[in-house]
């Protein structure tokens, strides 16, 4: 597990790399923590791929921490996804820390709250459920976590993941009763989506890590903003 704090004043940065060095050897975990000082010299590096987890302060000269969370989601890749976990002290700023899709948001003074975040991450990266797909005459099974959407073409229906584009002869509605439970939504009726893939989302539309943009149809607003809001409790 690839580990990033980034924290301007050593004193937390120090603190937090400790209580993450302590909670991954009591339980025999593999990991490796890169500390930095500035948001500056993370994003000089250029590659937020290298890391599995990205925890950020917000309040940090030059750019804050939800600035830095803005580039790391407009420039990583879509087969790589890092939590984003916010670790700060400024607790009026929540609620804009949240639109940037965090895994979590810990106060400095409830470190303790990283231990379970760091262990969930940790089986959520070691334990990718998988789906079975059939395809023409065989059965091929695909990562979840791997699977950014569902569109439905014609008879088919098109299954994009990270690696590449499958064709299966099925329903939509089938494929929504399957997955709705492992945090897939449903912007219209012809898509679904893998909600851990979605990078911006309002009233109309909503953008995934790939750049690619769906509307929001009328009829499953509501659905979508509620099975979304459900999925951020989960993740948490």
């Known amino acids: 597990m690839r580990i990033a704090i980034v924290d301007d004043e050593s004193l937390y940065l120090e603190e937090i790399q400790k209580r993450i060095t302590d909670v991954c050897n009591q339980y025999n975990l593999e990991y490796k923590i890169e500390c930095y000082k500035s948001p500056m010299l993370i994003i000089d590096e250029d590659d937020f791929s290298a890391f599995d987890i990205v925890l950020l302060d917000i309040d940090m000269p030059g750019m804050n921490g939800i600035e830095l969370a803005k580039q790391i989601n407009r420039t990583r890749r879509s087969e790589t996804l890092p939590y984003i976990i916010f670790v700060s002290a400024m607790d009026n700023l929540v609620f804009d820390a949240l639109k940037q899709f965090p895994y979590s948001f810990v106060r400095k003074t409830h470190l303790e709250e990283l231990d379970k975040c760091v262990l969930n991450i940790y089986k959520k990266l ?93 009829t499953y607003k509501k659905e979508i903003k509620a099975k979304y809001q459900e999925w951020l409790v989960k993740m948490k």
């Open 126 to 218: 070691k334990n990718s459920p998988v789906y079975a797909l059939k395809i023409g005459r065989t059965t091929k099974l695909i990562e979840l976590s791997k699977t950014i959407y569902l569109e439905k073409q014609g008879n088919y229906v098109d299954i994009i993941t990270t690696e590449e584009i499958l064709h299966e002869r099925s329903l939509i509605d089938d494929k929504y009763k399957d997955l709705a439970q492992f945090g897939f939504v449903r912007p219209h009726v012809g898509a679904i989506v893998n909600a851990n893939y979605i990078t911006d989302i309002n009233s109309n539309y909503l953008r995934l890590s790939n750049g690619k943009e769906m509307s929001i149809s009328r």
